[in-house]
């Protein structure tokens, strides 16, 4: 995922890049990282699959950011 594919997915979330940063459990410095046009792109994969799914989910499902959002937190602990 290139920093413009992340800008992109956020805004169809309507997130800002801090607000991104809580969703994704990462911080708002990260998620400006990511979004930054001057720097390599390094985005990790769980992150472009993280926003694919939230975007299907609200989008296609009309899920809510926070049920989203719990419903990764699940996932993601479901890893441990």
């Given amino acids: 995922m290139s920093p413009q594919e992340y800008r992109d997915a956020i805004a169809r979330l309507g997130l800002s890049q801090v607000r991104a940063g809580v969703f994704l459990g ?3 410095r990260t998620s400006r990282r990511w979004a930054a046009t001057d720097e390599p ?8 699959l993280a926003l ?3 975007i299907c989910l609200k989008e296609q499902h009309g899920m809510e950011l ?3 959002r719990e419903l990764l937190g699940e996932i993601t602990a479901d890893d441990d």
Wanted: hydrophobic share 55%; aromatic share 0%.
């Fill in 26 to 28: 990462a911080t708002d």
């Fill in 41 to 48: 792109s390094s985005i990790p994969g769980s992150v472009a």
């Fill in 52 to 54: 694919a799914l939230a």
């Fill in 66 to 68: 926070d049920a989203i």
